[in-house]
C-alpha cells in the first residue's frame, strides 16, 4: 500500500512564525503536491514537484515555497505565517504518467 | 466559471435511499476521478474512468464524454457513506495535475 505521511495532524502557530509542513511518501513516485483546502473553495494547488530539486508554482503560491532535496520528503514552508494561511494543508504524489493521487491525511493549520 | 463543477453542494438522505452527485466539466480531459474525504481529512481515490461506466460495491461512477459529464451513484446509502464526494479531472501529461471541483458533501441519516 502507498503511504503518504505528513508530519501533523494539528499545528498551532503564531502569526510571523516560519512553518514547515512536511510531507514523506513510500512509493518512489516522482510527483508530489502541496494543497490547501478550504470551506467553499474546494483544494488549491499551492506548489508541485516533479523531480529533485524541481518546482513548479500551482495556483496560490503567494507566501509559500517548498523544498525536495529528496525523493520521498516535499516540505511546505510558510516564511512568515499569517492568518489568513489558517487552513487544512494537503500532500499527495503519484507516479509520473499516471494520474491517481495518494494523499496523506492532512495537517489543520492554525495560525494565530 | 470553474473548470469543473458539482452539484448538489450539500445532500441529506435517508439511510437507504439512492444518490446521485452530478460533475459537469468544460475542459478537454484524459480521465476523470472520484474520491472520498472523511472528516478528519484523509482523500481516497474511489474511482478513476475515461469512458462509460464502473462499479465498486454499492458505488457506481459513470462519465458521457460528450456531454462532459459524470454522475457518482450511491445504492442502498448506509450513514457510513457521510463524506465529502469530489470530482476531479486530469488532462494528461506526466505530472499528474488535477483539476477539482469543490465537492458535495453528503450527509446519510439513520
Known amino acids: 500500500d502507498v503511504k503518504v505521511t505528513q508530519s501533523s495532524r494539528y499545528l498551532v502557530k503564531r502569526t510571523g512564525e516560519k512553518v514547515f509542513l512536511e510531507c514523506v511518501q513510500d512509493?518512489?513516485?516522482?510527483?508530489m503536491f502541496w494543497y490547501r483546502q478550504d470551506p467553499g473553495l474546494g483544494l488549491r494547488l499551492i506548489y508541485f514537484?516533479?523531480?529533485?530539486?524541481?518546482?513548479e508554482k500551482g495556483d496560490i503560491p503567494e507566501g509559500y515555497s517548498v523544498s525536495r532535496e529528496k525523493k520521498e520528503r516535499f516540505s511546505l514552508i510558510l516564511e512568515s505565517a499569517s492568518t489568513n494561511q489558517t487552513s487544512m494543508y494537503l500532500c499527495?504524489?503519484?507516479?509520473?504518467?499516471?494520474?491517481?493521487?495518494?494523499f496523506g491525511a492532512g495537517t489543520r493549520l492554525s495560525v494565530l | 466559471k470553474n473548470e469543473v463543477e458539482q452539484s448538489p453542494q450539500n445532500l441529506t438522505a435517508q439511510e437507504g435511499e439512492f444518490i446521485t452527485i452530478n460533475c459537469s466539466y468544460s475542459?478537454?480531459?484524459?480521465?476523470l476521478h472520484w474520491l472520498q474525504q472523511h472528516p478528519g481529512g484523509g482523500i481516497v481515490s474511489l474511482f478513476m474512468?475515461?469512458?462509460g461506466k464502473k462499479k465498486h460495491g454499492r458505488l457506481i461512477a459513470t462519465i458521457n464524454i460528450q456531454e462532459k459529464h459524470s454522475s457518482l451513484h450511491i445504492t442502498a446509502s448506509h450513514p457510513r457513506d457521510s463524506a465529502v464526494y469530489i470530482c476531479?479531472?486530469?488532462?494528461?501529461?506526466?505530472?499528474?495535475?488535477?483539476?477539482f471541483g469543490k465537492g458535495t458533501k453528503l450527509s446519510v441519516k439513520p
Open positions: 514537484s516533479y523531480d529533485v530539486k524541481m518546482k
Open positions: 499527495a504524489s503519484t507516479l509520473a504518467g499516471r494520474n491517481i493521487q495518494y
Open positions: 475542459v478537454g480531459i484524459s480521465a
Open positions: 512509493m518512489d513516485h516522482e510527483n
Open positions: 474512468l475515461s469512458s
Open positions: 476531479a479531472v486530469s488532462g494528461g501529461g506526466s505530472q499528474g495535475n488535477l483539476i
